[in-house]
């Protein structure tokens, strides 16, 4: 697990698109990696969960939005060759 919990939101969001975790996986995961991290630091992390939960939401929805556009592009070309 990435030590750094934004690097970790970014990271976690193709293994939700891809249906290889669930949304509440994540969370999880970046709940225990912001609690760790302010465990370990002299200072207060404050809203590093919350930063690190935006991030992976922004992910996520960039990774279906591109998703989508594959599986559009790709009926687009079936239909054009009439497949």
Do not use: C, Y
Not at 5 to 12: D, G, I
Not at 15 to 37: C, F, H, N, Y
Not at 49 to 56: A, N, P, V
């Amino acid at each position: 697990m990435n030590p750094n919990p934004f690097a970790l939101a970014r990271e976690l969001a193709r293994p939700v698109a891809d249906g290889l975790l669930t949304p509440q996986e994540a969370k999880a995961a970046l709940l225990v990696s912001a609690i760790d991290r302010e465990r370990h630091t002299k200072w207060p992390t404050g809203g590093g969960f919350d930063l690190s939960l935006f991030l992976f939401r922004q992910r996520l929805r960039q990774e279906r939005l591109q998703r989508s556009i594959a599986a559009m592009h790709a009926r687009w070309e079936a239909k054009r060759h009439g497949r």
